[in-house]
């Protein structure tokens, strides 16, 4: 059976991740650095199942990754 990362899930981790870009850019790298790691965390315990993820859950995860090295680029 394949794991899912829901829609809602989706949506919180990509609001938290743009919630950063706007603290980076209000100078607050703390608060930006905190809720990245947050979202990382999240991540990586999907980055273990990533071999029991479906197709769409896939592409949810490789989209907030990629979101994460260009917000963590920017720092």
């Known amino acids: 059976m394949s794991k899912t990362i829901d829609y809602k899930e989706f949506v919180d981790y990509r609001a938290k991740l743009n919630?950063?870009?706007?603290?980076i850019a209000?100078?607050?790298?703390s608060a930006a650095s905190n809720r990245i790691r947050a979202v990382k965390k999240h991540l990586d315990d999907w980055e273990g199942l990533r071999a029991e993820l479906n197709c769409e859950s896939?592409?949810?995860?490789n989209h907030?990754?990629?979101m994460v090295r260009e917000i963590e680029a920017e720092k």
């Open 19 to 23: 919630q950063a870009v706007e603290d």
């Open 58 to 61: 896939l592409g949810r995860l």
């Open 64 to 66: 907030l990754q990629k």
């Open 26 to 29: 209000k100078d607050k790298k």
